[in-house]
């Protein structure tokens, strides 16, 4: 007897067990969305940014004193990930959520995501903050979108408030100590060599880090401009119920089916 059930066969199969097909596909889909009524509601606040200010590389407006400046031990920069795209990434990165987000929260709101009364460890904290966190970047407008998902839709919108405001805070006060100590190595650096070509280049690199020490020292949103603030959202982002039940729906379908297959299978074996 051949074995294989080619297509024609395999319809009338499915539609002999129609009924134990339906009642796999309702049963799994009542589950499903049962189960999709224990999972609590989750909200996310969302915030617009961009970037504060375009930048343009010392190394460009330097030109020909590069290979002077290399001479008097005088390192010039060359082009490098824009402040938007690092701040992005330290958003993102353990040292940032250690040093600038979590001495700043209730570490029991972490556990109120991780839906335990166990304290979790710093890197599982950085686990669960990684999974709720959303930055991406728009290339063509520079636009960067950044949200926070909790239970608590008053601390996803507390969350990305300290977000927002610790990477500009952290990054401002890393240029404004960078900049005072290159002003005074060059200032040093000046004093000792008579080259005049080379004190032409590290005066063009003395009033690059002015400007930046004077911009990061009066500008309170160094990195980026709210375009659109963080609010507290009214509606929930999750769970999707109708998702969940079709999931359901699609899974209890396929399991009757491929039950119903393996059956025949080990019927026509038996004869």
């Given amino acids: 007897m051949d074995q294989e059930i080619d297509l024609r066969d395999f319809f009338q199969l499915i539609w002999d067990r129609k009924s134990f097909i339906c009642f796999s596909t309702i049963l799994s889909g009542l589950s499903f969305l049962a189960f999709s009524f224990f999972l609590p509601n989750t909200y996310t606040s969302e915030s617009i940014l961009i970037p504060a200010s375009k930048e343009e590389s010392l190394s460009s407006k330097l030109g020909g004193y590069s290979a002077l400046a290399g001479f008097a031990g005088v390192t010039l920069p060359s082009e490098v990930t824009s402040k938007s ?16 987000f979590l001495p700043n929260i209730k570490k029991s709101h972490i556990m109120d995501l991780k839906g335990s009364k166990d304290v979790p460890s710093d890197q599982e904290s950085f686990e669960i903050f990684s999974d709720a966190l959303r930055v991406s970047s728009d290339k063509n407008t520079s636009f960067v979108n950044i949200s926070i998902s909790h239970r608590s839709p008053v601390i996803a919108k507390e969350w990305l408030d300290i977000i927002i405001y610790n990477i500009n805070e952290s990054m401002r006060t890393k240029d404004i100590v960078y900049a005072e100590n290159s002003i005074k190595f060059l200032n040093e650096t000046a004093k000792s060599t008579n080259v005049q070509s080379i004190k032409d280049a590290i005066t063009i690199l003395l009033e690059g880090q002015m400007q930046t020490l004077m911009l990061a020292s009066s500008n309170q949103d160094y990195i980026f401009q709210i375009l659109d603030p963080p609010i507290v959202p009214e509606k929930k982002s999750g769970p999707n119920r109708v998702i ?22 080990k019927k026509s074996n038996s004869t």
């Fill in 85 to 100: 795209d690092e701040a992005i990434e330290r958003i993102r990165s353990y040292d940032f959520f250690i040093k600038h």
């Fill in 244 to 265: 969940i039940l079709l999931i359901g729906i699609i899974l209890g379908a396929l399991m009757g089916i491929f039950t119903v297959i393996i059956q025949q299978i």
